[in-house]
């Protein structure tokens, strides 16, 4: 059974920096490409990092240079360090993967930035 656990959300200043945590079990994490994404109120859910099993990145364009998604094998763990947080960065996130194409997701975090 895949499960994956998120933590590290909070409320943040402008400015503020972040680390969510994504710990996944019931996959061959080594193997496995490991997505984050984030639900804003109103808006549609939006992919904002990406890992290949190969340390491959890819980000959207409005976190590109604050944000990076990271992976740690050893601990089957995901993260995403978020710097220079925006209050548009304020969003449930999710930590997400596909395996043999069914989508798991977390139960999401919440980041708020505001002053």
């Known amino acids: 059974q895949v499960q994956l656990v998120e933590s590290g959300g909070g409320l943040v200043q402008p400015g503020g920096s972040l680390r969510l945590s994504c710990a996944a079990s019931?996959?061959?994490?080594?193997?496995?490409?490991m997505d984050w994404y984030r639900q804003a109120p109103g808006k549609q859910r939006e992919l904002v990092a990406k890992?290949?099993?190969?340390?491959?990145?890819n980000y959207v364009d409005s976190v590109k240079g604050r944000f990076t998604i990271s992976r740690d094998n050893a601990k089957n763990t995901v993260y995403l360090q978020m710097n220079s947080l925006k209050p548009e960065d304020t969003a449930v996130y999710h930590c997400?993967?596909?395996?043999?194409?069914?989508?798991?997701w977390g139960q999401g975090t919440q980041v708020t930035v505001s002053s």
């Open positions: 019931g996959i061959i994490f080594r193997l496995t490409t």
């Open positions: 997400h993967v596909n395996k043999l194409g069914a989508d798991y």
């Open positions: 890992i290949t099993r190969g340390g491959s990145t």
